[in-house]
Every structure is written in structure tokens, then in C-alpha cells.
């Protein structure tokens, strides 16, 4: 069943996570402090994520991707690209062989994914609120999804 | 049904309906969840794609603050495809499509997938953001009818494969039916083989090789079959043949042996009582000489000497009949002359009632012969055959001829030899003769007339003549429908 995943995450997120957490849960998309960049449309998020070379302040955006938490990965998928996974892969794949577009850098954690971001120039990584509130050298650029 | 299941049509059968029964819910499985999934996922991505114009085109407006096209967004959310829910969530507030209530509105749980949470509908959610504020767009599909849709599909597909089953169950009939007629044929044909109609040809009509080949192989057995069935009835109609061949010899033969045995008895004893009657005759007419011509004793010593000659002829007879006369040397001679002579004399004998026939050959080569004893072996057959028409109408034939004696028939009669025959053929259509009667009626003193008809010497003469003559007797007779002689005498060499 293609749901049931996303239901026992959920039910154990509900079950680990704080009564406040559990209220309001939010994504987010990050970039390193030493990045000038203060903003990003969702158009170019979008845009960054499928390939596509953006600019933001006269600064390039290096997309990265946080595959270890399922539940980040179906948020991504809908309210971010707002693609199916498939439609999205066979894109990238697409991308890939057409122009020679280099496949999206991805990590695993979210310790690997702010690790990445404060290493790179504009990089920029998409995770919980609650996470980036725990680390540092990362700054919130934009609100992907806000949820129950 | 079990006899039914064990012919190869139930086993075809069968073994499809098992192969069927396997794979056709296998198949229905996975067609079935590629489709969903395929379906699923063109629903989702449909969603998405409408969920980020909708999403895109809020944000515009509320970027030029235009709260009436926020409105109007919302509502062609819910006209445009399967909308069910259209709702813009900012921090303080819930704007919602003019075209729900507030009866109308569900709570709102975001689905990732196709049916999550059992509510019929996919929630999802879009962030829009205008200047420092953000919003978040919640859109709802109803799933109901691509649910049905699918539904629909699922139950296309299962009459798709009933009908492929049931399509492929008749195929599989025909196909059956193709292999087993021409070999029902076959077994109907080898049936009635076994029962002994081999002339039933093994040729099934079949497009199928393997069947063709078959029936081209029963037939050759059958072919073979009754060629060797056929070679071994003539091996043993051949053996039939020769068996009853060598029982007619051996019976011809312990016939002539008996006869043998009989004349060298009757001519010994014939032979003694001639030296007896020859002292009486010469004494006899010695005394007559002594008495007076007109004395009754004269007259009474002739009569004595008649007897006397006439017991000389009876034991000449029955030297004849032993061969034991020998007197003149045998001279090649042409036959029919000596029997166109003797049948004139014949023809004087018998009354002038008698239908007496002749087919005399003057073809007929030369034998070694005593004439003498032709004419008195043909005068004896004529004699007996006017016998056996006594009382009846009918007639006497008399025919002479050459002919060639095969191997076959001379094997059957001891004394003759394939070759150059005369045939001296002598028949009746007088009473004829029994079995018993053919078996002794070349015997001295056989006779079937009353006492002092006949001597039942005269076949006996016949029989010596023949022997003496290197020839062969050949009777058939049949009660009531009178007697035929064949007499083969051998044609002399031309030297």
C-alpha cells in the first residue's frame, strides 16, 4: 500500500515529536549564512530543483536534496516541484541525457545536508523548521510547506 | 468424467484450464497494478500540475492585491477538473471557494498518495507566499470517479480474460479435435483390423505431420501384415495341397500294391490250374477219339472238354489281370486305327439301342502296345459300360486323344510320369459307382450283378492290360450320374 509508509512516519513523528511540534510542522528551504542571498521565489526553487540554472541576487543556487526522511521526500515531491516521483525522475533522467545536466548533489541526513550547504556557495537544501532551529551557520530563505 | 479426463482431448483440456487458472490471476494482478499504478500516478501528477498554476496565479494576485481574482481562482479550482476543495490558509484566516459553505468544509488531511486516508479525495497543499506574508493553498481532488474508472478497468480486463480463456478453451477443443479424429479413425481402422478386415486401408486424413506420419507407418505394418498374412495362407493352402496329394498317392498306391498282390496270387494259382485243365483237355479228346462220334459217352467227354476250355479261358483272364500271359512282344502302333477297328466290332456286339459315341484323334502318337490287348481292354470297358446303362437312357463315349501330363496331376498317380500321353477315355451315364465300389472294382471276381451275369473278371483284365502297358487308370463315378475311364498309355519314343 502506497500510504501506509507515509502513516507510520507520520504516526511515529506524531508519537516522538514535542505537542507543540506535532501542532504546526514546516519545511523549509536553507542556504549557508555566507550566502548574500535573502530570498528565493517558489518559482525558482522550482526551477533550480528541475535543473534548471537560476541566479538569485546575482548568485547561483546549488540545489541539494535530503533523501533520508521519506516524509521530507513526498513534501518535496508535491509542494515543491509538484510532480509525482516518477514524473520528477523521468525529468531529471531526461535532463540528464538531453544536455548533459548534472544529476542533483543528495545527502542523507540532515547534519550531511547542512554540512553541504556551509560548504558550497548558495547551496540549498530543503528540511524541517525544527531542524534548522538546532543548527547553525544554515538561514532560512524560504517556506516550502507548512502542515498539521 | 474420469474417462473423459484420460482421452487427449480431456487432457488438453485439462492441462489449460490448470495453466489458466494459474496465470490468469497472476496476469489480472499485474495488469491490474499497472494500470492503478499508472492511473494513480497521472492522477497525482495531474493534481500537482494543477495544484502549482493554481498556486502560481495566487500569487500573482496577491501580489497586485486583487482579492477578487484570489476568489475567483478558488473557484475555478473547484469547477475545473475533479475539484472538490479550494481554500487559502493565511496566518490569521481561511478563505475559501464562494462555491463551499462552511458546512462544506472537510477536514483537511494532505495526502501523498492516491487514497490515502480512505476520504475519497486528495488533499494537497502550496505555499504562496506574497511579500512578508505566507499563505499556504489547500486544493482537494475527488477520487471517486478515477476510482471507478479503475473499477471499470479491472472488470474490463477480467471480461478480457474470461474471454481469452473461454476463446482459448475452444482452440483448444478444435485443436484436440484435429489430433484425435484422424487418430480415432486410426483406432476404428486397427479395430477392425484386429478383427480381421485387413483390407481396411490406415489412412487418416490429417494436416498434422506427426499424425500423417503415424498413419503412414500403421500402414506399412498393415501392408506387411497382409502380405505375410497372405504369403502364410498360401504356405498353407500350398502344404493343404500337398498333404492331400500324398494321401491320394499312398491311397493309389496301396491300391495297386493290393491289386499287385492279388493278381500275383490269382496268376499263380490260374497259372497251376492251367497245367491241370491242359493234362484233362488232351486226355479227354483222347478218349472221345476211342469212342464212337454218336455215343452218348462221346457227347458226354465234349462237354467235359467245353468246361475244360472254358476253365482254360477263366484262368487265361485272370493270367491277364496278373500279367502273367506274356505271350507277344509289345510293337509300337498308332492307337486309333486298333480302336476305330475294335469300336466296328463293338458296334456289332451291343444291340442297335445302344447310343454308342466316338471321338477318335488321328493325332494321337504312337505307344507300345499288344493290339490285341487294346481291343479286349476297350472291348471290357464298353462291356461294363453297357452293364450300367442297362435299364436307363443313355449313351457310351468313346474318345482318343493326346495330351501333356503336368507334374502336378502325375504326382497324384503312382505309375505316371509328366510327359506324352494317349487317352483312351471311356464313359457312361449308367448308374455309376459308390466309394466302396471304385475301391474294389479293379479286384478279380468283383462284380455287382447278380450270380451268372458276369465273372467280375473283365475290369481285372483291363487293369492287368494297363499295367502291362506302362499306363495309368483313372476313375470317377458318382452314383447316379454314370462312370468315366481315362486310360493313359505312355506315346512311345521316336526312336
Same mark, same amino acid.
Not at chain 1, 500500500?1 to 502513516?7: A, F, N, S, V, Y
Not at chain 2, 476305330?340 to 477318335?360: F, G, H, K, Q, Y
Given at each position: 500500500?502506497?500510504?501506509?509508509?507515509?502513516?507510520l512516519l507520520l504516526t511515529a513523528a506524531f508519537v516522538l515529536l514535542p505537542c507543540n511540534a506535532r501542532a504546526e510542522r514546516q519545511v523549509v528551504l536553507v542556504t549557508g549564512d555566507s550566502c548574500p542571498v535573502?530570498?528565493?521565489?517558489?518559482?525558482?526553487?522550482?526551477?533550480?530543483?528541475?535543473?534548471?540554472?537560476?541566479?538569485?541576487?546575482?548568485?547561483?543556487?546549488?540545489?541539494?536534496?535530503?533523501?533520508?526522511?521519506?516524509?521530507?521526500?513526498?513534501?518535496?515531491?508535491?509542494?515543491?516541484?509538484?510532480?509525482?516521483?516518477?514524473?520528477?525522475?523521468?525529468?531529471?533522467?531526461?535532463?540528464?541525457?538531453?544536455?548533459?545536466?548534472?544529476?542533483?548533489?543528495?545527502?542523507?541526513?540532515?547534519?550531511?545536508?547542512?554540512?553541504?550547504?556551509?560548504?558550497?556557495?548558495?547551496?540549498?537544501?530543503?528540511?524541517?523548521?525544527?531542524?534548522?532551529?538546532?543548527?547553525?551557520?544554515?538561514?532560512?530563505?524560504?517556506?516550502?510547506?507548512?502542515?498539521? | 468424467?474420469?474417462?473423459?479426463?484420460?482421452?487427449?482431448?480431456?487432457?488438453?483440456?485439462?492441462?489449460?484450464?490448470?495453466?489458466?487458472?494459474?496465470?490468469?490471476?497472476?496476469?489480472?494482478?499485474?495488469?491490474?497494478?499497472?494500470?492503478?499504478?499508472?492511473?494513480?500516478?497521472?492522477?497525482?501528477?495531474?493534481?500537482?500540475?494543477?495544484?502549482?498554476?493554481?498556486?502560481?496565479?495566487?500569487?500573482?494576485?496577491?501580489?497586485?492585491?486583487?482579492?477578487?481574482?484570489?476568489?475567483?481562482?478558488?473557484?475555478?479550482?473547484?469547477?475545473?477538473?475533479?475539484?472538490?476543495?479550494?481554500?487559502?490558509?493565511?496566518?490569521?484566516?481561511?478563505?475559501?471557494?464562494?462555491?463551499?459553505?462552511?458546512?462544506?468544509?472537510?477536514?483537511?488531511?494532505?495526502?501523498?498518495?492516491?487514497?490515502?486516508?480512505?476520504?475519497?479525495?486528495?488533499?494537497?497543499?502550496?505555499?504562496?507566499?506574497?511579500?512578508?506574508?505566507?499563505?499556504?493553498?489547500?486544493?482537494?481532488?475527488?477520487?471517486?470517479?478515477?476510482?471507478?474508472?479503475?473499477?471499470?478497468?479491472?472488470?474490463?480486463?477480467?471480461?478480457?480474460?474470461?474471454?481469452?480463456?473461454?476463446?482459448?478453451?475452444?482452440?483448444?477443443?478444435?485443436?484436440?479435435?484435429?489430433?484425435? &479424429?484422424?487418430? *480415432?479413425? !486410426?483406432?476404428?481402422?486397427?479395430? #477392425?483390423?484386429? /478383427?480381421?478386415?485387413?483390407?481396411? =486401408? @490406415?489412412?487418416?486424413?490429417?494436416?498434422?505431420?506427426?499424425?500423417?506420419?503415424?498413419?503412414?507407418?500403421?500402414?506399412?505394418?498393415?501392408?506387411?501384415?497382409?502380405?505375410?498374412?497372405?504369403?502364410?495362407?498360401?504356405?498353407?493352402?500350398?502344404?493343404?495341397?500337398?498333404?492331400?496329394?500324398?494321401?491320394?498317392?499312398?491311397?493309389?498306391?496301396?491300391?495297386?500294391?493290393?491289386?499287385?498282390?492279388?493278381?500275383?496270387?490269382?496268376?499263380?494259382?490260374?497259372?497251376?490250374?492251367?497245367n491241370v485243365l491242359q493234362p484233362i483237355l488232351l486226355y479227354t479228346d483222347l478218349a472221345r477219339e476211342e469212342l464212337p462220334k454218336d455215343s452218348e459217352t462221346a457227347d458226354n467227354l465234349g462237354k467235359v472238354?467245353?468246361?475244360? &476250355?472254358?476253365? *482254360?479261358? !477263366?484262368?487265361?483272364?485272370?493270367? #491277364?489281370?496278373? /500279367?502273367?500271359?506274356?505271350?507277344? =512282344? @509289345?510293337?509300337?502302333?498308332?492307337?486309333?486305327?486298333?480302336?476305330?477297328?475294335?469300336?466296328?466290332?463293338?458296334?456289332?456286339?451291343?444291340?442297335?439301342?445302344?447310343?454308342?459315341?466316338?471321338?477318335?484323334?488321328?493325332?494321337?502318337?504312337?505307344?507300345?502296345?499288344?493290339?490285341?490287348?487294346?481291343?479286349?481292354?476297350?472291348?471290357?470297358?464298353?462291356?461294363?459300360?453297357?452293364?450300367?446303362?442297362?435299364?436307363?437312357?443313355?449313351?457310351?463315349?468313346?474318345?482318343?486323344?493326346?495330351?501333356?501330363?503336368?507334374?502336378?496331376?502325375a504326382a497324384k498317380y503312382p505309375k505316371l510320369r509328366a510327359g506324352e500321353y494317349a487317352v483312351l477315355e471311356v464313359s457312361d451315364t449308367g448308374h455309376g459307382m459308390d466309394r466302396d465300389t471304385m475301391e474294389?472294382?479293379?479286384?478279380?471276381?468283383?462284380?455287382?450283378?447278380?450270380?451268372?451275369?458276369?465273372?467280375?473278371?473283365?475290369?481285372?483284365?483291363?487293369?492287368?492290360?494297363?499295367?502291362?502297358?506302362?499306363?495309368?487308370?483313372?476313375?470317377?463315378?458318382?452314383?447316379?450320374?454314370?462312370?468315366?475311364?481315362?486310360?493313359?498309355?505312355?506315346?512311345?519314343?521316336?526312336?
Open positions: 500500500m502506497p500510504g501506509l509508509r507515509h502513516i535573502r530570498e528565493v521565489s517558489s518559482l525558482d526553487v522550482r526551477k533550480a530543483y528541475l535543473g534548471v540554472t537560476v541566479s538569485v541576487d546575482g548568485r547561483r543556487l546549488r540545489p541539494i536534496r535530503l533523501i533520508g526522511d521519506e516524509m521530507l521526500s513526498s513534501i518535496f515531491y508535491q509542494s515543491v516541484v509538484h510532480m509525482s516521483r516518477k514524473s520528477y525522475e523521468r525529468r531529471a533522467l531526461s535532463l540528464a541525457l538531453k544536455y548533459g545536466t548534472p544529476r542533483l548533489e543528495m545527502v542523507d541526513s540532515v547534519d550531511d545536508a547542512a554540512q553541504a550547504v556551509r560548504g558550497r556557495e548558495c547551496g540549498v537544501v530543503y528540511m524541517w523548521k525544527d531542524d534548522v532551529d538546532r543548527l547553525s551557520g544554515i538561514k532560512t530563505v524560504r517556506l516550502l510547506w507548512q502542515g498539521e | 468424467m474420469a474417462g473423459r479426463m484420460n482421452t487427449v482431448g480431456g487432457r488438453l483440456v485439462l492441462m489449460l484450464l490448470l495453466i489458466h487458472a494459474v496465470l490468469m490471476p497472476a496476469l489480472f494482478i499485474a495488469l491490474a497494478t499497472v494500470i492503478d499504478r499508472s492511473t494513480m500516478n497521472a492522477f497525482v501528477d495531474d493534481a500537482r500540475i494543477e495544484g502549482r498554476i493554481i498556486g502560481d496565479g495566487v500569487e500573482n494576485a496577491l501580489e497586485s492585491g486583487d482579492s477578487g481574482a484570489v476568489e475567483q481562482l478558488l473557484d475555478s479550482a473547484m469547477l475545473s477538473g475533479h475539484g472538490v476543495y479550494a481554500a487559502l490558509q493565511f496566518q490569521d484566516r481561511l478563505v475559501t471557494s464562494s462555491m463551499m459553505t462552511s458546512e462544506d468544509v472537510p477536514r483537511f488531511e494532505e495526502d501523498f498518495d492516491f487514497g490515502e486516508h480512505g476520504d475519497n479525495t486528495y488533499y494537497m497543499s502550496v505555499p504562496v507566499s506574497h511579500g512578508d506574508e505566507f499563505a499556504i493553498l489547500r486544493l482537494g481532488f475527488d477520487e471517486l470517479p478515477t476510482q471507478q474508472n479503475l473499477a471499470a478497468v479491472r472488470q474490463t480486463i477480467i471480461l478480457i480474460l474470461v474471454a481469452y480463456t473461454v476463446l482459448a478453451l475452444v482452440a483448444t477443443g478444435y485443436m484436440a479435435s484435429l489430433v484425435v &479424429r484422424p487418430l *480415432k479413425w !486410426l483406432g476404428r481402422a486397427s479395430h #477392425a483390423i484386429s /478383427r480381421g478386415e485387413v483390407d481396411k =486401408e @490406415l489412412k487418416a486424413n490429417s494436416e498434422l505431420r506427426e499424425i500423417r506420419e503415424l498413419s503412414a507407418d500403421l500402414e506399412t505394418m498393415r501392408s506387411n501384415l497382409v502380405g505375410m498374412n497372405a504369403r502364410l495362407q498360401k504356405e498353407i493352402a500350398e502344404r493343404e495341397q500337398a498333404e492331400a496329394e500324398r494321401r491320394t498317392l499312398e491311397r493309389h498306391l496301396r491300391h495297386a500294391q493290393r491289386l499287385e498282390s492279388l493278381g500275383t496270387l490269382a496268376g499263380g494259382v490260374a497259372h497251376e490250374f492251367n472238354m467245353d468246361l475244360a &476250355r472254358r476253365a *482254360k479261358k !477263366l484262368s487265361n483272364q485272370i493270367l #491277364a489281370f496278373g /500279367r502273367q500271359d506274356i505271350e507277344a =512282344e @509289345l510293337e509300337v502302333a498308332e492307337l486309333s486305327p486298333i480302336i476305330v477297328n475294335a469300336l466296328t466290332m463293338i458296334r456289332a456286339l451291343l444291340p442297335a439301342s445302344v447310343d454308342l459315341r466316338a471321338e477318335i484323334s488321328n493325332d494321337v502318337g504312337a505307344v507300345r502296345c499288344d493290339e490285341a490287348q487294346i481291343k479286349q481292354l476297350l472291348v471290357n470297358l464298353c462291356n461294363n459300360a453297357y452293364q450300367a446303362l442297362s435299364g436307363r437312357d443313355g449313351y457310351i463315349n468313346v474318345s482318343l486323344k493326346e495330351v501333356i501330363v503336368p507334374e502336378v496331376f474294389r472294382v479293379f479286384e478279380p471276381f468283383f462284380t455287382t450283378q447278380q450270380v451268372g451275369e458276369g465273372t467280375g473278371l473283365g475290369l481285372s483284365v483291363v487293369h492287368g492290360i494297363v499295367m502291362r502297358h506302362d499306363g495309368e487308370i483313372v476313375l470317377s463315378s458318382e452314383p447316379g450320374k454314370g462312370t468315366h475311364f481315362r486310360i493313359y498309355l505312355p506315346l512311345a519314343d521316336d526312336e
